[in-house]
């Protein structure tokens, strides 16, 4: 019976008598398990099912959005130059106004758009000098110029997706830099190596996270603070957590309030050539 | 006051305790589940009582029955519930129900009544 458990065979039970003594009860307690386990396995499996429909209906929906998007973004910018309204105008305000919320509608789409594909098992990694990683992300989104950013030790090769890693580099930087309540942002970036896995902390000298709110931050659409006026649509780190746990990484948060934070990720060390981000082999 | 219904025998005494107790080789089905909470919603007239249940006659208890027992209308029916768990067999399908099945109500396990009571009491 436990064989057939173990392939997730469900159907054989054993028969109990009635002598009420140890041995009917390992075997009505091998059955209830077996009916435990089976109803997991359907409830699992119909889960999967709905999350699998959910996520293709977000990536549709984001992608199809898109294109929608980009023409009111033209449209916009023709009408602009058509009526060429004086700056400091009500109606040249109102055009500003009709460009940013645009501009957010995009971002929020794109944000939605990754999140859904977060999750892709079958994305082709290789290896990647994480310096080269963090400092090209650096220069292109010119970072310099909001924060002072220090990398404190060499960071080590790593086996992963490039644009992933670039995508998690990225998101991190970028929430340092925008919630940073500080005149000057300073962010110090470190690597630690283990048995089994490198571990990369981002560090910054900004308001800091709540305890209460560690685990918030990483939750799809949550906004800690909803009156915040900086521009977030709350899925930035619901990716990056989305994409490291697909991969069977960690991601996590340590901080003390008013005393900046620091947000950990492992990467495991892993030779190149071994196929897929998921493991799996093409 | 007492009833019993094919398979349960229920008592309500003065003390406002349930007591109920199955017949030997009791399996507990969903019905059998059911009918008992109605038996004892009615016992104690809708108002949550506590509830010492032996368990040490019961062969086998359904997953439908375990779940209906650790639901909302078995918590609205009792405030506490100690189950008397006697024999290896209760005792596992106590153990499951604890753990697996997590029942809204305060529940625990005894092996005698006379502890069950003293727990119901407090």
Redesign the interface.
């Known amino acids: 019976m436990i064989g057939r458990v173990a392939a997730l065979d469900f159907s054989k039970t054993l028969s ?1 008598s ?1 002598k ?3 041995i ?2 390992i075997g ?2 091998l059955n ?1 398990l077996s ?2 386990l089976n ?1 997991n396995v359907v409830e699992r499996s119909k889960l999967d099912t709905v999350n699998s429909k959910l996520e293709k209906f977000a990536y549709t929906t984001a992608h199809d959005l898109r294109s929608p998007l980009n023409s009111i973004t033209g449209l916009v910018t023709l009408l602009e130059l058509t009526i060429n309204p004086e700056e400091n105008s009500e109606v040249h305000q109102y055009v500003v106004r009709l460009k940013k919320t645009t501009e957010q509608m995009k971002n929020l789409v794109q944000g939605i758009l990754e999140y859904s594909i977060a999750d892709t098992s079958s994305i082709e990694k290789q290896e990647i000098d994480l310096n080269e990683v963090f400092k090209e992300v650096i220069e292109i989104d010119q970072l310099s110029d909001c924060a002072i950013i220090k990398i404190e030790n060499t960071l080590p090769k790593v086996v992963f997706n490039r644009s992933t890693m670039d995508q998690i580099i990225r998101n991190l930087l970028s929430n340092a830099i925008k919630y940073s309540d500080k005149k000057n942002c300073e962010i110090t970036i470190r690597a630690k190596e283990a048995d089994d896995h490198v571990l990369i902390s981002i560090c910054d000298n900004g308001p800091g996270i709540a305890k209460e709110n560690q685990e918030k931050i990483f939750e799809l659409f949550n906004k800690i603070d909803n009156e915040s006026k900086i521009d977030s649509h709350g899925i930035g780190l619901a990716t990056v957590k989305s994409v490291l746990e697909a991969v069977g990484e960690k991601i996590w948060v340590e901080s003390t309030l008013n005393e900046g934070a620091t947000f950990c990720f492992t990467l495991k060390k892993e030779k190149q050539g071994k196929g897929t981000l998921s493991g799996q082999s093409k | 006051m007492y009833r019993e219904s094919a398979k349960i025998k229920f008592t309500f005494g003065p003390d406002h305790i349930l007591y109920t107790e199955c017949i030997p080789n009791t399996i507990m089905t969903l019905e059998d589940g059911k009918e008992s909470t109605r038996i004892s919603a009615e016992m104690v007239n809708y108002e949550p009582r506590p509830l010492l249940c032996d368990l040490t006659h019961v062969v086998s208890m359904t997953q439908e029955c375990r779940k209906h027992f650790a639901g909302p209308e078995h918590a609205a029916t009792f405030s506490k519930c100690a189950l008397i768990v006697n024999s290896p067999v209760s005792r596992l399908i106590g153990n499951f129900f604890l753990g697996l099945n997590k029942p809204l109500k305060p529940t625990r396990l005894f092996k005698s009544k006379e502890e069950g009571l003293k727990w119901l009491n407090e």
């Open positions: 109990i009635d009420n003594d140890m009917d009860a009505l307690g209830m009916e435990e109803t």
